[in-house]
């Protein structure tokens, strides 16, 4: 084990200084996905479901893939084609980038087409979260609302700003420039070997993919149990599936000479490439973190957090950008849970040479995401707060079955109010 922290390698190194830098972007994010939350919570009329509620009975799968059977078999024949075309259209697409970087980017013999490649792709990867930075520093006046193009569409989250439209469109484009041209800047300095300024770029990521997150419907133990199933079917199946492979297609010696030797990409482009790599140690456990803290911030209310009969599908509502203030203990503890999984990480990639790669790579989410659940797990449980916290759902967008049963509820309260209460004691 090396003496001092000076005599690290690099390799070592930069992975530390990124995870430092994404603890403080986790509570950022998980701010920045709060204030969305709280502007989504106001636009459905659907009654909210208290953090500890245990009462409410979701419909069994079963049901829920007849019920879509049903209204799939009902849709016209030209609607269902268009879906098809469309859904065939996407899966090429996502399935032809994959192609190309796993089949044809390795056969490439020219390291500068080779890299020119990875350029672009990093670029693109890397506008999208520095834009988000500029976003948090200086937030354009945002506004959320439900939207549906017809009835038969499905209700989305739409996102526009406030005030005049067309200003706010050039600031946007002005900003994505600015992204861009940083994203270039950053591809130069790291040429150049100017590397130092990746955990800043790490952070970024981290804040701007974890903001963004959000499902129809969030659920804390949904999550968690869907988390550690991954955690242990992923690597049953790789152990397997190698092993099959290793027994019906064994491995034949082949002579090094005969085979070509593949040109991989230049060092520098690895390192900017490696940190994604790296901020899945946060990310993934990070939607634990986000959501518990709007667990903990649905526990200052008064009431629900859909009241029912607040605001309209048609109305849409400011996102505020005020970061409010409320005991957090919950959510603190998670944070504190995912910086020593990182501790752990670092370590065993310090001290153990066979394992330098952990801290690189998304393997790390086997020792970070555990650290969280039980972290955070504890400190809801310390705090009386435990089956509270494992039964808080969120419902970003309300299903049309929800709505309309709401919506029923509401007019049969209406009718109830006009009939007066003789008819109430009648019945």
Request: net charge neutral; glycine share 4%.
């Amino acid at each position: 084990m090396p003496g001092n922290l000076i005599e690290l390698p690099w390799l070592a190194l930069h992975p530390i200084f990124v995870h430092l830098a994404t603890i403080p972007a986790v509570g950022l994010a998980s701010y920045k996905a709060l204030n969305t939350w709280r502007a989504v919570s106001a636009l459905s009329t659907e009654t909210a479901i208290n953090p500890g509620d245990t009462a409410h009975q979701s419909s069994s799968t079963f049901s829920v893939v007849r019920e879509k059977l049903s209204k799939w078999s009902a849709q016209p024949r030209s609607t269902r084609a268009k879906r098809i075309l469309a859904a065939s259209a996407c899966l090429i697409f996502f399935g032809s980038i994959q192609f190309f970087f796993i089949f044809v980017v390795p056969r490439i013999q020219s390291r500068f087409i080779k890299d020119a490649i990875f350029c672009v792709f990093i670029v693109l990867i890397y506008t999208g979260p520095i834009y988000s930075v500029i976003d948090t520093i200086s937030p354009i006046p945002t506004q959320v609302q439900y939207k549906r193009i017809n009835p038969d569409n499905l209700t989305r989250l739409s996102f526009s700003p406030v005030g005049d439209v067309k200003a706010a469109t050039k600031k946007a484009l002005a900003r994505m420039a600015v992204s861009v041209l940083c994203s270039i800047g950053i591809l130069a300095l790291a040429n150049h070997g100017y590397i130092a300024h990746l955990p800043f770029v790490g952070a970024a990521a981290t804040l701007s993919a974890l903001s963004s997150i959000r499902l129809p419907s969030m659920s804390l133990r949904k999550i968690v149990l869907v988390l550690v199933g991954y955690l242990i079917i992923v690597p049953a199946l790789a152990i397997s599936v190698g092993l099959a492979i290793d027994h019906f297609f064994p491995s034949e010696k082949k002579d090094p000479s005969s085979e070509s030797k593949d040109v991989p990409p230049s060092d520098w482009i690895l390192t900017l490439v490696l940190v994604y790599g790296e901020i899945f140690a946060v990310l993934i456990p990070g939607v634990i973190t986000a959501m518990t803290l709007r667990f903990e911030h649905s526990l200052t209310l008064d009431g629900p957090e859909r009241p029912a009969g607040t605001g309209s599908s048609d109305a849409p509502v400011a996102i505020p950008t005020d970061y409010p203030s409320f005991p957090k203990p919950i959510f603190i503890s998670s944070l504190l849970s995912m910086f020593l999984g990182l501790v752990v990480v670092e370590g065993l990639s310090i001290t153990i040479p066979e394992v330098v790669w952990l801290a690189l790579t998304p393997l790390s989410i086997y020792i970070t995401i555990p650290f969280v659940i039980v972290g955070t797990a504890s400190a809801a449980a310390y705090q009386g707060k435990l089956k509270q916290w494992w039964n808080y759902r969120e419902t970003w967008i309300p299903s049309k079955k929800t709505a309309n049963e709401q919506c029923s509820k509401e007019v049969d309260e209406a009718e109830q109010a006009l009939l007066g209460p003789e008819h109430k004691e009648s019945e």
